[in-house]
Structure formats: structure tokens, C-alpha cells
């Protein structure tokens, strides 16, 4: 949530130093304003770890209701989109969510409430997609009400981009072009700017107006400086609406510059999601290109994304086993092909291919 949605006391605290801040927390503040600050703090210079300590801190005070459930969900939101855990996120919006139960109806825990919803659908979306699109609806419920009764509470930007959000995430992606055309014409702050920006890129990639997505994500990149950890995510959608546009070479480029970019994350973290993209699709570029030992390396770092026994794993296998036996490395490729048929998991479809990898293997050559 932005600062322009605190009270003026914290505003004044925004003015402090870490070590006022600091030594306000050290002597037991139970003004939830004072963590809130710090962790904003650190958060502009990228000390997100220790963000992460302040929010937790501030948590286990004595500070109010409503101030607790800001905390939980500021903390909710660094873990799942800088941090990529996510499963901590979710735990903390539903925290938020039940400390707001007994909150009135104001503005402010409306807002909060959305807020934590649009948490929650993000951080399940890929474990539980059905729960995730749950929590997406309820976030649209609240914070589209929110928009319609106060345009203008002082963070309305930050519904305008869960919202949108969350009905591209649904599939409204005419609806999410909308709302982030409106708040782009109303919205000054650089980040907020950023963000709908991103959201109108891939909703108008979603429907194929491809020539308007590349210029959409022009401008985002352009202002990406706002919040340079978006832009391994900005590269990906460049590099898919390149490849909708039937511009291989120009999209394998887009995904190289979005690795990189992942690369130079301060946490060095591991976005699964992210890199399961970047793979796959660096392998099918590199394979279309008959680039077998670069398909190869893409392939083998996409299957590191891929731990549990499954389908998708089965099909990454049987695409690698594939590849080795083209280049003539037989042994690696019946790794692969016997390692599907050893999955008891293993369908029909994956077992045959499988096993008609192995037949390639052992058939004499010259044979067809």
C-alpha cells in the first residue's frame, strides 16, 4: 500500500531517519506506523531480508488491529512478489483477512481487505488454481466498490492494479485494458504507471492485438527504472508477444535479456514459474532452429524446474531423449526414455513415446 494512504503521523515518520526509526522500535513502539516505515525504508534500497524482520517484528507487538493487518499483508506481499515464497504469502493474507473481520467498514480496510484477497489469488494461483481464481473474484468484488464509492482515497492506484490484475488473470482481459487505460490517465505515480502498464501488455497479448502489446511494453520497459526487479517479467512478455508476431529471432533475445535480468535479482531467488517460461521457451526457439545442444541446455535447466514426478516432467524427458539421440548421444538419451517408463505416474501417451525412443536407439542404422 503507498504511503499516501497513512495518517499524518505516519506521514511524519516518513520523514525520520533509520536510526530515529530504528531507535523508536528498539524502545518498544507499539505504533505500527513506526515498522510500516522502516520497512518502506529499507525496502527502497533493497534490504528486503531485513524488511522482512521489521514487518515480523512489528507483528508480534502490541500494536493495533488494523495496524497488525497492514503489517501482515506488507509482509505478504514482499515474500510473494520479491521473495517468491509463497506459501508464507498466502498464510499471511488469510492472517490479514481474519484480523479485519471485526474491523469496520472504512475505506481503509476495504481497501486492505481487496488487497489481501488479490495476495491470496496470487500466491495460489499456480498450487490451487480453482482457490486462487476464488480469491481473484472476491478481490474485484471489494475493490471494485471501493473505486465506485471512493475515487479519492489517496492509494485508489493500488486497487485500480489489483483489480486489473486479477480480471486478467480471470480472463476479462477487456476489462483489465479498460481499468488500466483509466488509471493511466488519471495515475502520476511512476510504480502504480509501471504496473498497469504491465497488466495492459499481456491482457492486449491475451487477445492478439500483438502490435499494441509490443508498444504497451515498449513504454513499460522505457519506465521500468520505477521498479527494476519487474523487468525479468517484462523481457518474458516482450519475448511472448515477439513470438506471437512470428519474430523468433527477436523473441530468443527478449528471453536471453529476461534470464539475465532474473540473474540479477539482489536475492538471487529462483522464480519457478518464471524459469519454467523462460526454458520451455528457449528450448522450442533453439529447437525450431535445429540449435539441438542449445535446446539441449534449456531443456536440462527446465527440467530442474519440474522436481515432482508428472506429465510435464515425462514430456520434457521424452523431448531431451529426443534431442541426445539426434546429436548421437545414446546413452543420454535412454536415460531420459527409461526414466519415463521406470514413473509409475507415466500415461499412455508419454509411456509410447518412450518407448519408441528406445526402439530409435537400438535399430541398426541406415534402417528406417
Known amino acids: 500500500m503507498a504511503q499516501g494512504a497513512e495518517t499524518n503521523g505516519s506521514e511524519r515518520r516518513g520523514s525520520l531517519t533509520e536510526a530515529e526509526l530504528r531507535g523508536r522500535i528498539a524502545a518498544g513502539s507499539r505504533a505500527g506506523a513506526d515498522y510500516l516505515a522502516l520497512a518502506k525504508l529499507l525496502k527502497t534500497t533493497l534490504r528486503f531480508e531485513e524488511a522482512a524482520e521489521i514487518y515480523k517484528q512489528g507483528l508480534r507487538h502490541d500494536v493495533s488491529t488494523a495496524e497488525k493487518a497492514r503489517l501482515a499483508w506488507e509482509l505478504g506481499a514482499l515474500l510473494d512478489k520479491v521473495m ?91 476489462r483489465a485494458i479498460e481499468l488500466c487505460r483509466e488509471h493511466l490517465r488519471a495515475e502520476q505515480d511512476p510504480g502504480y504507471r509501471l504496473q498497469s502498464l504491465i497488466t495492459m501488455a499481456e491482457a492486449l497479448r491475451n487477445i492478439g492485438r500483438l502490435r499494441e502489446a509490443e508498444d504497451t511494453l515498449t513504454q513499460a520497459l522505457e519506465c521500468s527504472h520505477a521498479d527494476p526487479l519487474t523487468r525479468p517479467l517484462l523481457y518474458v512478455t516482450q519475448g511472448l508477444i515477439r513470438q506471437g508476431m512470428q519474430q523468433p ?17 539482489p536475492l538471487e531467488v529462483r522464480d519457478q514459474e518464471i524459469l519454467k517460461t523462460i526454458y520451455g521457451n528457449l528450448a522450442e526457439l533453439h529447437y525450431a532452429n535445429a540449435n539441438l545442444r542449445e535446446a539441449i541446455g534449456a531443456l536440462k535447466q527446465l527440467l530442474i524446474q519440474y522436481n515432482d514426478d508428472g506429465e510435464d516432467r515425462h514430456r520434457i524427458l521424452n523431448w531431451l531423449g529426443t534431442c541426445q539421440a539426434t546429436i548421437g548421444a545414446a546413452g543420454e538419451a535412454r536415460r531420459c526414455f527409461e526414466e519415463v517408463l521406470a514413473s509409475p505416474l507415466v500415461n499412455d501417451v508419454e509411456k509410447t513415446e518412450a518407448k519408441d525412443g528406445l526402439t530409435r536407439l537400438t535399430r541398426p542404422k541406415g534402417r528406417m
Not at 119 to 136: C, K, N, T, Y
Not at 249 to 265: G, K, P, V
Request: glycine content about 4%; overall charge negative; hydrophobic content about 45%.
Open 84 to 174: 517468491c515464497r509463497t506459501e508464507e504469502a498466502a498464510t499471511l493474507a488469510e492472517e490479514a483477512l481474519g484480523l479485519l473481520t471485526d474491523e469496520p467498514d472504512t475505506a481503509d480496510s476495504e481497501l486492505l481487505r481487496g488487497l489481501s484477497h488479490s495476495l491470496l489469488a496470487h500466491a495460489l494461483w499456480f498450487r490451487d488454481e480453482q482457490a486462487g481464481a476464488s480469491a481473484a473474484r472476491e478481490a474485484i468484488r471489494l475493490l471494485e466498490q471501493l473505486i465506485s464509492t471512493h475515487r479519492e482515497h489517496p492509494d485508489i492506484g493500488s486497487a485500480f492494479v489489483e483489480i486489473a490484475w486479477a480480471h486478467t488473470s480471470l480472463g476479462h482481459h477487456h
Open 249 to 265: 529471432a527477436s523473441a530468443l533475445e527478449s528471453f536471453e535479456r529476461a534470464l539475465h535480468a532474473l540473474r540479477d535479482h
